[in-house]
Structure formats: structure tokens, C-alpha cells
């Protein structure tokens, strides 16, 4: 059985179905991985990234309401994508063959 229904795959990724579960399981949990590398990317780039903004507020390149819009945005994307994965792996994991 694949690790995930064929229905449920987008249309381009229809020709993974054709692979063996372990390799399907292996494509997933690579994935979710990434995912879960990306969110902790954001976390880490999360305070300079609030530095950054404030200063473009200082030099007058962003308006200050523009600037807390993407901080906020920012604040709770890293923690949210992470988690994301981390729920993604355990999926995977659930699922194995």
C-alpha cells in the first residue's frame, strides 16, 4: 500500500505513484524535513530580520505600520512552518510501510 492514496497527490506528482512505498515514504519524510529545516530558518533569521525593518523605518524606506505588519507576520510564520513539519514528520512516520 503507498504511503499516501494516489488521490490525494497533485497531478504532477501522479508518476510518484508508481514508485515503491519505501521510496514514496522516504520522498515524504525528505519533504516534511525540509520543511521543518525551512521553518527553522525563519526562526533563526527572525531578529535580524526585525532589525532590518527597523532600520528601513529609521531611513524612511517603510512606513512604521508596514514594518510591524511584516514583523508580526514574521514572529509567528517561523513557529508555525516549523511546527508544520514536525507534524508532517510524524505523518510520515505514522504511515510508514
Known amino acids: 500500500m503507498p504511503v499516501f492514496p ?10 510518484l505513484a ?8 522516504e520522498l515524504w519524510l525528505g519533504g516534511a ?17 526585525r532589525m532590518s525593518m ?3 523605518v529609521k531611513d524612511g524606506e ?5 514594518a510591524r505588519s511584516r514583523i ?7 513557529p508555525a512552518v516549523t511546527i508544520v513539519g514536525f507534524g508532517l514528520i510524524a505523518l510520515v512516520l505514522a504511515r510508514s510501510p
Open 72 to 78: 508580526r507576520l514574521m514572529t509567528w510564520s517561523g
Open 33 to 49: 524535513a525540509l520543511v521543518t529545516l525551512l521553518g527553522a530558518k525563519l526562526c533563526w533569521d527572525g531578529p535580524r530580520f
Open 62 to 66: 517603510m512606513s512604521e505600520d508596514r
Open 18 to 25: 508508481a514508485l515503491s512505498p519505501m521510496a514514496q515514504h
Open 6 to 15: 494516489v488521490a490525494l497527490l497533485p497531478a504532477g506528482l501522479v508518476p
Open 54 to 56: 527597523e532600520e528601513r
